[in-house]
């Protein structure tokens, strides 16, 4: 399994700032992911963070507004760009862990604990 | 790309009784499908999975069904208890990715004591 870690827990900020969430994991992983999740809803993948080269986004999502760090196997940054409203959210990162637990016996996904975003 | 639809949107059960849930996806090439538990407030969390050479596996009170030529799969709980109370997403891999993941909606399971 994977101990994930995630800073800040939670934050309230102004419009047309920028926050930076900050994601640790007690182990090395070969992939790392940032996920949304808006009030009541469903999990979104923004992006895949590679370590060593740039971040693979989804449809929708843009290097200028959510730029991703990923200095190496244990860590990755999300920023969340010229805020508005909208990006109230909750921002989860997730790793993929090979071997996973026994209820699965197989690769599988763990999330961090979520940074929840209020903009105001 | 893939698209997972999940159903229902709210379930609820009395205590001791069974939920389903049934989730249908899209994309062929999909071959693994967990399902995760998210309690109020808290992180999501693998709860069982199945990949598609694989038609049902259970775990305790949990089990999870396959049917790849219908594209569903479904997760069953029995005797449910009020600590099953949550929201359950299912989720399904993308052109059959080793990593990638899409969310269903998600489904509000309350158990009523």
């Known amino acids: 399994s994977a101990v994930i870690s995630q800073k800040p827990s939670r934050d309230i900020c102004q419009r047309g700032t920028s926050l930076t969430i900050q994601c640790q994991v007690d182990s090395q992983v070969t992939m790392m992911f940032w996920y949304r999740q808006q009030p009541g809803q469903s999990l979104t993948l923004i992006a895949t963070?590679?370590?060593?080269?740039?971040?693979?986004?989804e449809s929708g999502f843009v290097i200028d507004k959510f730029p991703i760090s990923r200095p190496n196997l244990t860590f990755s940054t999300l920023t969340v760009s010229n805020m508005s409203p909208e990006d109230s959210s909750i921002y989860l990162c997730?790793?993929?862990?090979?071997?996973?637990?026994?209820?699965?016996?197989?690769?599988?996904?763990?999330f961090g604990p979520g940074t929840r975003l209020t903009v105001l | 790309g893939e698209n997972v639809e999940q159903h229902p949107s709210t379930l609820s059960v009395q205590e001791g009784d069974s939920a389903v849930i049934k989730c249908t996806y899209s994309d062929s090439a999909s071959n693994y499908f967990p399902w995760y538990k998210q309690e109020l407030g808290k992180r999501p969390q693998l709860i069982i999975d199945?990949?598609?050479?694989?038609g049902e596996k259970k775990d305790q009170r949990i089990a999870v069904t396959l049917n790849k030529t219908a594209k569903h799969f479904s997760l069953h709980i029995t005797e449910t208890q009020p600590e099953d109370s949550a929201v359950y997403f299912c989720?399904?891999?993308?052109?059959?990715?080793?990593?990638?993941?899409?969310f269903g909606k998600g489904t509000l399971l309350t158990v009523n004591p």
């Open positions: 963070a590679n370590q060593g080269s740039e971040a693979t986004y």
């Open positions: 989720a399904a891999n993308p052109g059959g990715s080793n990593y990638k993941l899409t």
């Open positions: 199945i990949r598609s050479n694989v």
């Open positions: 997730s790793v993929h862990v090979a071997g996973g637990p026994r209820v699965t016996g197989t690769d599988t996904q763990y």
